[in-house]
């Protein structure tokens, strides 16, 4: 080999090791972090961890000011903005670590440090060159493993000892049904999450639940994309693919608007939460900040947890109303779906350009046809009709049963509240055990319709329910498609919304069959009431969660897993594609009814 060769192939390396040697030094880190958040370290290792902070976060400010003192490096204003104030965070850290008596005490603990060590691995993590095309996984695949990896770290963390207020109390098998359920965004439980897990804990579920509610590959492709400016063609087709985006060039837009969308309706959210609660007794100001953060995440990504021992149920905050309110608001924005929400956005802004401003104003615009699509017709009129059809019959069976205590607009409130938080919320402002027959199997279909698609939420969706009532009415009517609102809906749509249904209900079905063999001393429905909670990642339970044996354990975190995914995205990711389709046989009518 010459020598000019070798010296090119070893400067090659060279570059190709130290421009990923940050990112795997902070990753490390982290996890040293999460190790020493977790357990109860010995103060001899405090001293030794502290210099190993500190050197993760000088490589850090040296990896920053390396590449901008690159010429070819041409970064956004944001990026800029995000490395100046990263450089001046690791900077306080480090003299927080070096200098205690001289710094304030907020930037010397674990928890501050957790934040500067992860900002420097998403920063770091952008800069590599990932390509979603070599993974050998279809969009599918790469869609369910995100879940189980995020699913298994987050059973791992949360059986840390310093995840629980008694060390070691948590079984495993619930750690994982606890970690599936957040990220499943679930909200079943069987153990009591405002009395079992500490601080730490109870931010592990929110980082879980966001991952779940948003998509961990969302929310890495996104920012991957911000500090790099630019992505991969291979990389774009995989998340249209995963996204369910229609056009290639919108991917990191439509990315974009989903990570904005929800940041701004989760911080609107915590505020008017802590607003809504300033009567309820806290032990600190943390406290009642914390409460208002846990509760907006888990409201707004459907998980419907709550650190309160009985859930919204709980008598101090049973006839909070603004509260209700405020959370069934956050649930039915993440349940709309992110399409939705912004066709919705530049409907209004269409309506103010076009019809609130002066004609002068406005001259310049250009005519915009259709501003609502087809997908948000159908999606909000099927949500209306759900939450107006499903309040009145809640308001009219449970009057004098579970809504008795309630007077006035309470009443009206808490029916409101009761129908639209089982399509995926889960959050209870009644004793669902004590619904009345009539009531579980309203509540049942809500839950199985569930959410809206693209959305934080499970079920069905309300757009596979719409397809199916439309494709019922055009047969009714001698249609051999489907049309509405001038236009006539897909056949692959029509196509996947039958398989979506008769798979649910299968897999449904089996999960019963299962939990009655399991649990043969509690009655048949409110083990189907858990199954359809469960599927649908609504998280209504009617009280038996804990009490279930662990393989019914085992059961529903199978049946929540499968409920987020779709089975119908499980059956892709392990089937083989057909790739010769440009043919056709012979039409032959097949004899049914």
């Keep these: 080999m010459p020598l000019y060769y070798l010296k090119d192939h070893l400067i090659k390396q060279l570059k190709f090791v130290l421009v990923r040697l940050p990112f795997w030094i902070s990753f490390i880190t982290l996890f040293t972090l999460i190790y020493d958040l977790g357990f109860n370290t010995l103060n001899d290792y405090h001293y030794h961890l502290n210099i190993m902070y500190n050197i993760c976060l000088s490589i850090g400010m040296v990896a920053i000011a390396m590449r901008y003192l690159n010429k070819g490096n041409h970064e956004t204003t944001g990026v800029k903005i995000f490395d100046v104030f990263s450089i001046l965070l690791f900077l306080t850290l480090i003299i927080a670590r070096i200098l205690p008596e001289h710094t304030i005490r907020f930037f010397d603990s674990n928890a501050v440090i957790f934040f500067g060590v992860f900002l420097m691995v998403v920063r770091e993590f952008s800069v590599l060159q990932l390509n ?35 060390p070691g109390s948590l079984r495993y098998i619930d750690a994982l049904f606890t970690a599936t359920s957040a990220v499943c965004v679930t909200g079943l439980s069987t153990v009591d999450i405002g009395a079992q897990f500490t601080i730490f804990g109870k931010t ?28 991969s063609y291979g990389n774009q087709l995989v ?6 985006i229609d056009k290639l060039g919108d991917v990191f837009a439509t990315l974009k608007r989903i990570i904005l969308i929800s940041g701004v309706i989760q911080f609107i959210g915590m505020i008017a ?11 600190s100001l943390f406290d009642r900040v914390f409460f208002s953060i846990f509760h907006a995440v888990s409201a ?103 809504l008795a205590e309630h007077e006035g607009i309470g009443k009206l409130v808490t029916a409101f509240f009761t129908a639209t ?104 429905l409110r083990l189907a009431y858990e199954a359809f909670s469960a599927y649908s990642t609504s998280g209504l339970s009617a009280g038996i969660t804990a009490k279930l044996t662990d393989p019914s354990k085992v059961t529903l975190i199978m049946l929540m897993f499968i409920g987020r995914v779709s089975m119908l995205t499980i059956l892709i990711a392990i089937s083989k594609k057909e790739t010769l389709t440009n043919y056709r046989y012979p039409t032959e009518e097949i004899l049914i009814n």
């Design 300 to 402: 707004f990504c459907n998980a419907g947890f709550s650190t309160l021992p009985e859930n919204l149920y709980t008598f101090e905050y049973r006839f909070n109303y603004p509260l209700h309110l405020i959370i069934a608001g956050l649930f039915i924005m993440g349940g709309l779906g992110f399409p939705i929400v912004f066709n919705i956005y530049k409907y209004v802004q269409h309506l103010i350009i076009n019809r609130l401003l002066p004609f002068s104003m406005k001259e310049a615009k250009v005519y915009v046809p259709r501003v609502i699509n087809l997908s948000t017709r159908i999606i909000l009129i099927t949500t209306i009709a759900l939450i107006v059809g499903g309040t009145f019959l809640v308001y009219v069976l449970e009057y004098n049963n579970t």
């Design 132 to 166: 979603l095309r070599q993974t050998r996984m279809n969009p599918a695949q790469l869609f369910v493993v995100s879940f189980l990896l995020i699913i298994f770290i987050g059973a791992f963390m949360l059986s840390f000892p310093k995840a629980t207020n008694t």
């Design 421 to 524: 938080s089982p399509r995926t919320a889960g959050f209870a402002s009644v004793d669902n055990n004590l619904f009345s027959v009539s009531t579980f199997l309203l509540i049942i279909l809500l839950m199985w319709i569930g959410a809206s698609p693209v959305s934080t939420g499970g079920g069905i969706k309300t757009s596979t329910f719409a397809i199916a009532i439309l494709n019922i009415w055009a047969l009714i009517k001698g249609k051999s498609r489907i049309e509405v609102y001038r236009r006539e809906v897909d056949q692959l749509s029509i196509q996947r919304a039958f398989a979506i249904i008769f798979l649910s209900l299968f897999v449904i079905g089996c999960a019963i069959f299962a939990l009655s063999f399991f649990e043969p001393n509690i009655d048949l």
């Design 239 to 244: 998340l249209k693919d995963m996204s369910y």
């Design 204 to 231: 592990v579920m929110i980082f879980l639940m966001e991952c779940g509610g948003l998509g961990i590959m969302t929310i890495a492709s996104y920012f991957s994309f911000f500090f790099r400016g630019k992505a």
């Design 273 to 283: 939460i802590f607003i809504s609660i300033r009567h309820q007794e806290f032990n």
